[in-house]
């Protein structure tokens, strides 16, 4: 069965950091590129951050950029994402999501979805 | 940025049409992509590069993509489709992946 689990989501006051992770199976990793999608409470889907399958091309939006770093480790089956300098608006929903192809640049959709992890960011 | 514009909601009766279109600059030259979030649930792809449909999606569901308009069509509208929608593309000048607002469509 295709899988993700995301998981290392929590409590964290504002200015700190937080490492998200989310373990693939089901499918061979390093065949794909990786992404991460957030959602705000009641709010839309906002891509965060892809990787590719390689580590060699990767991107981020630009309300994180500088902040969060995203990486894989394709012995592990996992993808990762380092949250630092984190402010009350990255409260969400974060998603590891599974590219069509292996770039994150490119008109590739993302076809398999894990159930999330949320970070809450409050003092 | 690259803007994806959607209706925040879509009502039809059980066993209509359900359209929900998704508007950008041009986007009949992108491939969009579609996604259903059901509450509590994560996204699940239903339509991709426009028009086409994952293994496991019924037939009602199809895609088209002109202009500056790309539109999700899902016929005979069940109770189970009742969800949030969401277009997507690749926009090449930030090179980032651009979501719509999403469109809540109620089965009346």
């Known amino acids: 069965e295709v899988q993700l689990v995301e998981s290392g989501g929590g409590l964290v006051q504002p200015g700190r950091s937080l490492r998200l992770s989310c373990a693939a199976s089901?499918?061979?990793?390093?065949?794909?590129?990786m992404h991460w999608v957030r959602q705000a409470p009641g709010k839309g889907l906002e891509w965060v951050s892809g990787?590719?399958?390689?580590?060699?091309?990767?991107g981020y939006a630009d309300s994180v950029k500088g902040r969060f770093t995203i990486s894989r480790d394709n012995a592990k089956n996992s993808l990762y994402l380092q949250m630092n300098s984190l402010r009350a608006e990255d409260t969400a929903l974060y998603y590891c999501?599974?590219?069509?192809?292996?770039?994150?640049?490119?008109?590739?959709?993302?076809?398999?979805w894990g159930q999330g992890t949320m970070v809450t960011v409050s003092s | 940025s690259y803007v994806l514009t959607q209706p925040p909601s879509v009502s039809v009766a059980p066993g209509k049409t359900a359209r929900i279109t998704c508007g950008g600059n041009?986007?009949?030259?992108?491939?969009v992509h579609w996604y259903q979030q059901k509450p509590g649930q994560a996204p699940v792809l239903v339509i991709y590069?426009?028009?086409d449909r994952p293994s496991g999606i019924p037939e009602r569901f199809s895609g088209s993509n002109s202009g500056n308009t790309a539109t999700l069509t899902i016929s005979r509208v069940e109770a189970g489709d009742e969800a949030d929608y969401y277009c997507?593309?690749?926009?090449?000048?930030?090179?980032?992946?651009?979501f719509g607002g999403g469109t809540k469509l109620t089965v009346l």
């Open positions: 089901g499918f061979t990793f390093d065949d794909y590129a």
């Open positions: 999501a599974k590219d069509i192809g292996g770039d994150p640049t490119g008109s590739d959709a993302f076809d398999i």
């Open positions: 590069y426009d028009s």
């Open positions: 041009n986007i009949g030259s992108k491939s």
């Open positions: 990787i590719s399958w390689n580590s060699g091309s990767i």
């Open positions: 997507q593309v690749w926009d090449s000048s930030s090179d980032h992946k651009v």
